[in-house]
């Protein structure tokens, strides 16, 4: 049975193993060869391995730290502390070495300079490149494994609309409220309503779940949406979408609000309200695109568990934008419920294909 090691393991296990292959190497080409004694081959070797295992992990340390710097301050700092180190570990081991040989202090030739500076020098670069081989990795599986976690929730969430669209209840109520537009003689009214039901069919057929869609399609589907609901509700429900121009063309992920959309209208719109308001607004803040949703329905209750639809769409935003994201979600003080989303800018063409 095969063992799967976590991240952490697998340093520390790289980090022993990696520094028990220098000790032995150290011992087979440089400790037996110069013939020194024992009783200063072996204290020297272990002083030696343990000050460069500690050193390593300094430099790890350092180099967790230097991450979020810019790429020119990092490759000054990265090779500021390799030499620092270098300089460090060498004096370490010359010292100690004369240390155990019962001498206070001999000055290194120039020869024993450069070679045991340029030792020193190449552990600590092969440790390096190896540690940042090792975290590329990583982060290279821990990405494609959150694209296809992404992938997983992004696809859950298009059968959920699937399954939402093709429910009887809804299909009974969206027809019948267009049939009886039709026996009322509002063919042209009727006709519209009937093109938004397709239109909401039709993008939540043929679009890509994973796929990433402009603020001005997502609005054009929300639009169809609560359009549709509008034939139930007629003057009972009031919709505002409001946007900026100068986000419309950014991209934002499918599908991400018709399931609060549906909750709001679902659960929030009290069945002796007479008047039941929703808002979504889209606008810029630096460098985030945030979505406000404002309702004056019953609010949501505190003693009951965010639903489904609130769980989705805060998954999928904690996989697409890990770390720079914010869903949150609560009562207005007034009457009603509030949504904000925030999401990193993300520009897109300036023309994208329609749904379908």
């Known amino acids: 049975m095969v063992k799967t090691f976590t991240?952490?393991?697998?340093?520390?296990?790289?980090?022993?193993?990696?520094?028990a292959v220098y000790a032995v190497l150290t011992e087979l080409m440089i400790k037996i060869p110069s013939q020194e004694p024992w009783q200063v081959n072996v204290p020297?070797?272990?002083?030696?391995?343990?000050?460069?295992?500690?050193l390593t992990l300094l430099l790890r340390v350092c180099y967790k730290r230097f991450s979020q710097q810019s790429t020119r301050l990092k490759i000054y700092s990265h090779l500021s502390v390799l030499?620092?180190?270098c300089l460090v570990w060498t004096q370490w081991k010359w010292l100690t070495l004369q240390g155990l040989y019962g001498q206070v202090w001999q000055a290194m030739t120039w020869f024993d300079v450069?070679?045991?500076?340029?030792?020193?020098l190449t552990i600590l670069l092969t440790w390096t490149a190896?540690?940042?081989?090792?975290?590329?990795?990583?982060?290279?599986?821990?990405?494609?494994?959150?694209?296809?976690?992404?992938?997983?929730?992004?696809?859950?969430?298009?059968?959920?609309m699937l399954r939402y669209q093709l429910n009887p209840h809804f299909m009974f109520n969206s027809i019948n409220a267009i049939c009886t537009l039709i026996l009322r003689q509002n063919n042209q009214h009727a006709v519209s309503m009937l093109e938004k039901l397709c239109d909401l069919l039709r993008y939540s057929l043929y679009t890509d779940p994973l796929a990433k869609v402009t603020v001005a399609e997502e609005i054009d589907i929300l639009q169809s949406y609560f359009a549709v609901e509008q034939c139930r509700f007629r003057d009972k429900l009031a919709v505002t979408i409001s946007a900026d121009d100068d986000v419309r063309p950014l991209l934002?992920?499918?599908l991400l609000l018709q399931p609060l959309a549906e909750n709001a209208l679902k659960h929030g719109m009290q069945q002796a309200q007479q008047h039941y308001a929703v808002s979504v607004s889209f606008s810029r803040q630096d460098d985030f695109l945030?979505?406000?949703?404002?309702?004056?329905?019953?609010?949501?209750?505190?003693?009951?568990?965010?639903?489904?639809?609130l769980q989705n769409c805060e998954a999928r935003l904690a996989l697409l934008y890990p770390g720079q994201s914010l869903f949150q979600f609560g009562n207005r003080p007034e009457q009603g419920a509030w949504i904000h989303i925030r999401i990193p800018l993300q520009p897109g063409q300036e023309q994208n294909p329609e749904a379908g």
């Open 83 to 85: 030499l620092l180190g």
């Open 7 to 19: 991240r952490n393991q697998l340093f520390w296990l790289c980090q022993c193993g990696g520094w």
């Open 252 to 254: 934002m992920p499918s």
């Open 114 to 120: 450069g070679t045991w500076h340029s030792a020193s």
């Open 290 to 309: 945030v979505i406000a949703m404002l309702d004056n329905g019953s609010g949501f209750s505190p003693d009951a568990s965010p639903g489904i639809g």
């Open 44 to 54: 020297h070797l272990l002083l030696d391995t343990c000050f460069g295992f500690g």
């Open 130 to 160: 190896l540690y940042f081989a090792y975290k590329a990795t990583f982060e290279t599986m821990e990405q494609r494994q959150k694209a296809a976690e992404a992938l997983d929730l992004a696809k859950e969430a298009q059968l959920k």
